[in-house]
């Protein structure tokens, strides 16, 4: 019984093991980086969408090892130096790759 279970925990590890090492190969990045990419990612849009000025809620933002990417279109010059302004204020974030495009009026 007790070699039963040794061995069914070890093989979940193992298992395990090998799931996270599939997932930093397909994408490049550790685990951590991954996580962190996801953490920076959340943490603009919810200071974008803190910010309710509509447009901002609509920006496309993504994250690849701590340089997060503003894509979309906003209403004026100054709604995308804001988005830049606050994606740069996040914490890790190491830069800001702003795409945005001021819509003509």
């Known amino acids: 019984m007790r070699t039963l279970k040794a061995l069914t ?3 979940i590890l193992a298992l395990f093991a090998v799931a996270l090492a599939a997932c930093a190969s397909t994408t490049g990045k550790t685990v951590g980086e991954n996580v962190d990419d996801v953490t ?3 943490e603009v849009k919810a200071k974008l969408a803190a910010e309710k ?3 901002l809620t ?3 933002v993504d994250t690849e090892r701590r ?3 503003l894509t979309g279109t906003v209403d004026t010059a100054e709604m995308r130096t ?3 302004e606050i994606a740069r204020g996040v914490k890790h974030v190491s830069g800001v790759v702003n795409n945005l495009t001021v819509q003509a009026q």
């Open 53 to 55: 000025i509509s447009t």
């Open 82 to 84: 804001r988005a830049e």
């Open 58 to 60: 609509k920006i496309g």
């Open 67 to 69: 340089t997060v990417y």
């Open 9 to 11: 925990a070890s093989t």
């Open 40 to 42: 920076i990612t959340s």
